[in-house]
């Protein structure tokens, strides 16, 4: 199966430094440009006073516990994005229902799909 994401910037954000690293690589295989990754919602805040990614993909555990900080300013600002989490989906807020939600370890292909069935902005 081949997956075409040329043309996107991806921001990833997740803090286990193996997964960041093959996702990024994954990404960068279907032709998107990756933005991150980071292991902190604080930077990828900070990315996105300065650059609008495409879309994201963003751990809802980055170490301290489930946060949700970084998905709401991405929703905020119309930013598409997938959760990914070793966490029951039931954690996820209802606001943020409508969200795609991919449990680690994550399946590679369910991972570009999602990110191909995101609307572009």
Same mark, same amino acid.
């Given at each position: 199966? *081949?997956?075409?994401?040329?043309?996107?910037?991806? %921001?990833? &954000?997740?803090?286990?430094?193996? +997964?960041?690293?093959?996702? $990024? $690589?994954?990404?960068?295989?279907?032709?998107?440009? #990756?933005?991150?990754?980071?292991?902190?919602?604080?930077?990828?805040? *900070? +990315? %996105?006073? #300065? $650059?609008?990614?495409?879309?994201? %993909?963003?751990?809802?555990?980055?170490?301290?516990?489930?946060?949700?900080?970084?998905? *709401?300013?991405?929703?905020?600002?119309? @930013?598409?994005? #997938?959760?990914?989490?070793?966490?029951?989906?039931? @954690? @996820?807020?209802?606001?943020?229902?409508?969200?795609?939600? !991919? $449990?680690?370890? &994550?399946?590679?292909?369910?991972? !570009?799909?999602?990110?191909?069935?995101?609307?572009?902005?």
């Amino acid at each position: 199966m *081949s997956f075409d994401l040329r043309g996107r910037a991806v %921001l990833i &954000v997740e803090d286990d430094f193996y +997964l960041a690293d093959d996702t $990024q $690589q994954m990404i960068e295989d279907a032709g998107a440009e #990756v933005l991150g990754p980071f292991s902190a919602a604080e930077e990828a805040l *900070s +990315l %996105l006073d #300065v $650059q609008r990614p495409d879309c994201a %993909l963003v751990d809802v555990n980055l170490g301290a516990g489930p946060n949700f900080l970084l998905a *709401s300013a991405l929703q905020a600002r119309g @930013i598409p994005f #997938v959760f990914l989490t070793g966490y029951d989906p039931d @954690i @996820i807020p209802a606001e943020f229902r409508g969200v795609p939600c !991919l $449990q680690k370890p &994550v399946d590679p292909t369910k991972l !570009l799909v999602a990110l191909e069935g995101l609307e572009r902005n």
